[in-house]
């Protein structure tokens, strides 16, 4: 089986498309945007572009490379994310390749996969197979290209300098023959020696029309049930929110969801005390890696505010919830920064707490 196809991101698709053909696509790129909205995807169809060798409109769906690259066995086209930690630290290059080539595997099984589990990391062994890979010639393509999702993931702490140095050097300066795209969802939560050496690119919520393409899917109805998401559609596009990968994202979502909650009710109750206790959770070394999921559920909540007041006629809570969705936008964009999660939440709830209390 395949991966699921590509539905939306037509304007990114359209510029990355121009880009390649005035040969100034950047050589290493950073995509992000909500959980789920499809950053992985969007990366392995501009790699499908890079590597197809078939006629305009590229990529073709029909040469080789095309073929390879959407069952996810091209050679030349290498897709890393987060795995559990490797049992020996110091494992090959040649066994990480073999875990990755049966870990694609298990996500092309149905095309749908659930964000990797929080103890699953992008460690060292990993990036050194990455790294010694990217040294040798494509082997039947006219270039290479990596993707690394997830990339937020990236343990590279004590003793992991040997790897970490040619990973930089690599992101910086990749041969002309190769395309670096990394993909996270928590783009504050990037080491920023990392960030500064990429490009960063928005991936965007889909449209309603697109959400329904991907919500339409066999194997994404099977992966929603099996997460214990929502059944009815209405309710999958309302949590869905743009980004239908959400739905199957089971727990991790449904913390981010709580957590938002219970932001959202401090702010509301004007409760200046539990204001504090969650600004204070957010700064915690587990709920840190997390802390963009939490806004983005905020804004997922936010809409169902603004819809349910505007079926109630309620129009100044409807504006009040617009208002709030503008101030959790520039919060979005300050976690992007090295800005401490916990200043950002103090700060947000405040201004929350004047537009909706
Ligand atoms: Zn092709």
């Not at 390649?20 to 572009?49: E, F, M, T």
């Amino acid at each position: 089986m395949p991966l699921l196809p590509l539905y939306g991101h037509t304007v990114l698709r359209t510029r990355f498309d121009d880009a390649i053909r005035r040969d100034a696509l950047p050589g290493s790129l950073l995509l992000h945007g909500p959980l789920g909205v499809g950053k992985q995807r969007l990366a392995l169809w501009l790699g499908q572009r890079l590597l197809c060798s078939g006629s305009d409109p590229k990529p073709c769906g029909t040469c080789q490379h095309c073929r390879y690259a959407l069952a996810g066995t091209h050679p030349d086209l290498h897709w890393f994310f987060p795995r559990p930690r490797p049992k020996d630290s110091d494992a090959s290059p040649a066994k990480i390749a073999d875990d990755f080539r049966e870990a694609i595997g298990e996500r092309t099984k149905t095309g749908v996969y659930a964000p990797p589990a929080p103890e699953e990391g992008i460690y060292i062994s990993t990036v050194r197979a990455m790294v010694q890979s990217a040294s040798m010639a494509p082997a039947i393509a006219e270039r290479k290209v990596y993707v690394l999702g997830d990339a937020e993931r990236m343990v590279l702490r004590e003793g992991a300098e040997e790897a970490a140095g040619p990973f930089l050097k690599l992101l910086e300066e990749p041969s002309a023959k190769t395309t670096l795209i990394l993909t996270t969802s928590e783009p504050g939560a990037l080491i920023p020696t990392i960030r500064s050496r990429l490009l960063a690119v928005r991936v965007a919520p889909l449209g309603s029309a697109d959400v329904d393409a991907v919500l339409a899917e066999p194997a994404m109805q099977a992966a929603i049930a099996e997460a214990g998401g929502p059944k009815k559609l209405d309710e999958q596009r309302r949590v869905a929110n743009g980004a239908p990968g959400a739905l199957v994202a089971g727990g991790e979502w449904a913390d981010a969801i709580a957590r938002a909650r219970r932001m959202l009710d401090a702010a509301s109750n004007g409760d200046r005390r539990e204001q504090a206790r969650t600004a204070l959770l957010q700064g915690s070394a587990k709920a840190r890696g997390a802390f963009s999921t939490s806004l983005d559920a905020l804004t997922t909540l936010l809409h169902e505010s603004i819809r349910a007041s505007t079926e109630r006629g309620n129009e100044r809570g409807a504006t009040a919830a617009a208002k709030a969705l503008d101030v959790v936008e520039a919060a979005k964009f300050r976690a992007t920064g090295n800005v401490n999660p916990q200043l950002i939440t103090s700060e947000l709830l405040r201004q929350l707490e004047r537009l909706i209390a």
